[in-house]
Structures are given as C-alpha cells and as structure tokens.
C-alpha cells in the first residue's frame, strides 16, 4: 500500500495524526471532517496514497463509494452530497484522493453550489463525444 510521510491523510491512516474515525476496512478510513460544512460531514479516504482518483489502482477503489453510502445511512441524513474534488482548480485542498459525505439538512447547512451550465446542443454534444472517444 503507497503512503506518502509528508501527507496528512496518510499520517491519519497511521495514527500519527487524531481524527474521529467512523468507519475502517482493508483499503478506507472514513472519519468527522474537522472543517464541517454541516454535522457529520465525514471524509472518506482510500489507504493507498494517489493524488487523483485516475492515479488510484482500480483494487483500491473498490470499498469507497460502499463505506461513503455506510456513511450516509449511519449519519441518517435525508438529503446529502458526495463530492470529489481532483486538482487545486477543482478545489483539492489535501493532495490525497477523498470523498467527502457533506449532510444538506437546510438551504443554509451544508454544500452550497452555484452551479453555472453552458449553453449546448446535440450536435455539439455528439462532437465532444466523438472526440472523447476518438471515434
């Protein structure tokens, strides 16, 4: 399993660093974020250090999304986001994979988005796809 000695989320799966773990299997850690954005904000983390989810070994993936739904049902919030942040322009502050669970029991409590779409059609969208795909 990768770690990195300088990572504060590796130093967490080690112990060296205290957090509120909630949940532990063989390859997550989830634990209270200590920057809640509403109670029970909890992150979820793979033990394997990758700085993007693209870097992350599919074995490694396998029990995130399963322990981030533990999570979910555990804080017994109705309404919630799961967000994924990769690179500092998508917002990653902490350079190792993480899901946050963020609990939305108000407008004011929890995420708050502002969620800007850009104008399309589908001939654009069959373009985009076609040059995603190399088609």
């Not at 942040?85 to 407008?107: C, E, S, W």
């Not at 708050?112 to 040059?131: F, I, P, Y």
Request: charged share 25%; net charge negative.
């Amino acid at each position: 399993m990768a770690s990195n000695p300088a990572c504060l989320f590796c130093r967490i799966i080690k112990r060296e660093i205290p957090s509120k773990v909630l949940f532990e299997t063989e390859h997550s850690l989830a634990f209270l974020d200590i920057g809640p954005l509403s109670e029970g904000h909890t992150v979820v983390i793979p033990k394997h250090h990758a700085q993007f989810l693209h870097e992350l070994p599919d074995a490694e993936m396998a029990d995130l999304l399963p322990t981030a739904k533990k999570v979910a049902l555990a804080i017994g919030c109705k309404d919630y986001n799961v967000l994924q942040n990769n690179g500092r322009l998508a917002h990653q502050a902490v350079d190792h994979v993480h899901f946050h669970v963020i609990p939305k029991p108000t407008a004011e409590e929890g995420l708050v988005m502002d969620w800007k779409a850009q104008e399309t059609n589908g001939d654009k969208l069959e373009e985009l796809r076609k040059r995603i795909l190399k088609l």
